[in-house]
């Protein structure tokens, strides 16, 4: 049975009986009945119930990153992010209500290097959440070893395609095999910290969202988007700026990054062979020859070194639901 905005907001109300609704619209979808609404007080919440079970899988990753980041923890962040105001269900049906953060995707900003100083605040502001507040089996946990195992198998992956350069994979080995890459201490991270989860206000971030990935990791794997998206320069004053917020003995963070954002185009490029997709893999063929001409001067056993050229990658349309976990990209609209 769908469960109308009216029911959804009705259900809501009698769970917060504080909440007062001055407008709604309807934002379902089709994994789920939802319906997004403006309080009294000028928040908007949305209030959703799954129709399949991947859907479900994905409000409960959410809503349980939403219940870690109470009042306490968003004290700490300087951005809003959506967090849980009530769940349960009705009909044996499950329901979350969210509050949501506001703001317009940093990517839709024509040029995203006027972020860089509000984003670095934000990402390290993340970083720097102490890993103590995150009981067990709250968010996934994972150690060094485990992003070196990790990366280890993708460039294992990569190789059976048999598409990427030679000189790539010998960079990529030379970094797997660099005890002083893996000696960092994990952090609490947002694990899908693409540009569509950054929201703005301008130049400044005001928000960040879909945290259904979030984990205790590498920094590095937020900070891949970053590297990915901006040419060296660019990158070299990022990390200056998050280094200011965030003094950490992580001296390989940068090189953790670079080396993950090419990774990342092996994943693209793993994910085109799995699906016999020949678009995919010629797109990210394109992209490997791409960041092969930018590092072919740079000794394969220095990753840290900048490549001599930007190394801004730009991927199909379609890569993100391919490479990270499926979610569904919530972006509060006006009322």
Known sequence: MALSPIMLTAWAVAEIPSLEIDGYRDSSTDDFDRVTCRTSDDRVISISSPLTAPAADLQNAEHRVGQLLGAGVRERLPFGVPHTLAAG?????????TEEASGTPLSN????????????????????????????????????????RDAAGIIDRAHQTTKVPSPLLDRWDAAIEDAGMWQFTPTITHGNLDFDAVLMDGVAVSGVINWAGARVADPADDLMRVFARFGADDAVEFMTLYSAERPTNDRRLAHRARFASELDVARWLIHGADSNDDGIVADAVAMLNVLLTAVADNPATDLGAPP?????????????????AHREVQTPEPL
Do not use: C, Q, W, Y
């Not at 269900?89 to 209500?97: E, P």
């Not at 984003?119 to 070196?148: C, F, G």
């Not at 001599?308 to 990270?324: C, D, Q, V």
């Open 89 to 97: 269900s009705h009909d044996k049906r499950r329901i979350v209500v």
């Open 109 to 148: 900003l024509k040029d995203a290097r006027v972020a860089i100083p509000s984003l670095a605040k934000a990402i390290a502001a993340i970083h720097n959440l102490p890993a103590s507040i995150v009981t067990r089996n709250v968010i996934p946990a994972t150690t060094s070893l485990d992003s070196l």
């Open 308 to 324: 001599k050229s930007p190394t801004t990658l730009m991927f199909g349309e379609n890569r993100t639901a391919a490479t990270m």
